[in-house]
């Protein structure tokens, strides 16, 4: 299999293998992020590198930092503030959102961009929250690029936290190295384990923030962001995808994850037990053996990335499962929603939705076909394990979406899977 080739035939197959998980890339981009900010240097230890994590290394050197990487790992020096014109973030949400608040500490205004999906992604939640932090902030339109030319000002801000959680991770990691304290207050909180994430990863940096219920966050000024050596935990988002292709048809063992990680896509470890797995942590070694194939009801409003696996082990599983949360999807890389219910109809799957759920009538095998990725990464690795429960192949158009996450994954599929003759 070669990802950069526009097409992947994924034959039926089954899971029997070991592998190392990708890098999270949710918490290599605070990773960065903070490092930029600290005030001396920082050893990042970093298994892999994707596009997105790529991209916001490029953006924090040209915003002053010293990048080298070697055989003892990435080195981030924070040396000087560079004021580019311009920044684009390519295709990635969270980098856009962190660092709408972050570049409001340079003194001078920054255009920021983006490309693909990220353009026609709505930008006035964005814009309204930082402006309500008194930042000033100018845009042409409804979407992309919008100018960040002041600091934050106000003491107490508001934010709506149902569009996103990654402009409340933005402001929270810039508010300790303001002059005062801040105080953030959130309206229906959502995504909650990538706010605990971001919390994580500040500690570690050595900034401390107090929570009420995720509802009200005190933070204290004049702090700073400081740590030597930070090693960037394995991707639990990535790695589902392999949890549940071996749920469904065998045995895989994953080395690099954590047990008490707090990424909230840790979730399928509770969702692969509901169904009948059997699932044994050993140290940072995870292992997952097919079982018993019970349907399942979960609620992924708080973690909306897992929809995409969950629905290929809803397919796998006899009855009827719930995923609750369809309102998240709707603003993914694609309309995630409407990709899942178009894709896996392509294979032979009727999705319906009831309410807030996706209601999945499972048990029997798909027969295979050509789909779209809809140029998201998420989509089109659920194609790919959705090959566990096909009959025939399945062939995916812009397979190589998953360079966005994971630029690994179709040859760690190869490794740790065999065809079914």
Not at 134 to 163: H, K, Y
Not at 273 to 293: P, Y
Not at 353 to 375: A, D, M
């Amino acid at each position: 299999m070669n990802i950069e080739e526009r097409v992947e035939t994924i034959n039926p197959l089954y899971y029997n293998g070991r592998l190392t998980s990708n890098t999270s890339k949710s918490y290599l981009q605070r990773a960065l992020a903070l490092s930029l900010l600290a005030d001396g240097p920082t050893n990042l230890d970093v298994h892999s590198w994707s596009e997105d994590s790529l991209k916001v290394k490029n953006v924090i050197q040209q915003l002053g930092a010293k990048v080298k990487i070697d055989n003892c790992g990435t080195w981030i020096y924070p040396d000087n503030k560079l004021c580019p014109e311009e920044l684009n973030f390519g295709e990635s949400g969270l980098a856009f959102r962190m660092f709408a608040s972050i570049v409001s500490l340079w003194p001078l205004p920054i255009t920021l961009n983006g490309a693909g999906s990220l353009q026609n992604r709505p930008i006035k939640p964005i814009v309204d929250t930082l402006a309500k932090a008194g930042i000033r902030v100018s845009s042409l339109g409804e979407t992309l690029p919008i100018t960040i030319s002041s600091p934050i000002s106000q003491r107490e801000i508001n934010v709506d936290g149902r569009f996103s959680s990654q402009i409340l991770s933005g402001l929270l990691i810039t508010a300790p190295l303001l002059d005062q304290d801040t105080v953030i207050h959130v309206e229906n909180p959502t995504s909650i384990p990538y706010i605990d994430l971001t919390l994580d990863i500040m500690s570690a940096f050595g900034i401390d923030v107090e929570h009420k219920n995720h509802e009200e966050f005190m933070v204290h000024g004049n702090q700073s962001y400081h740590c030597p050596f930070y090693s960037v935990e394995g991707d639990w988002s990535g790695m589902a995808n392999h949890v549940v292709g071996a749920a469904l048809s065998g045995k895989v063992i994953i080395d690099g994850l954590q047990e008490d990680s707090k990424q909230g896509d840790k979730a399928i470890v509770e969702v692969v037990h509901e169904v009948g797995a059997k699932i044994e942590f050993n140290g940072d070694q995870l292992i997952v053996k097919k079982d018993k194939l019970l349907p399942f009801s979960f609620d992924a409003t708080h973690c909306p990335d897992l929809f995409p696996p969950l629905v290929v082990l809803a397919l796998g599983c006899s009855g009827t499962s719930k995923i609750k949360g369809v309102n998240r999807l709707i603003h993914k890389e694609s309309n995630r929603l409407q990709a899942l219910i178009e894709m896996f109809g392509k294979l032979g799957a009727i999705l319906t939705v009831e309410g807030s759920h996706l209601v999945i009538n499972g048990g029997q095998n798909l027969h295979g076909g050509t789909v779209e990725s809809f140029n998201d990464h998420r989509m089109a690795m659920a194609a790919a394990i959705a090959a566990t429960i096909s009959d025939s192949a399945i062939e995916i158009n812009n397979c190589e979406a998953v360079t966005k996450s994971y630029p690994d994954f179709f040859c760690d599929l190869a490794r740790i899977t065999a065809e079914i003759n």
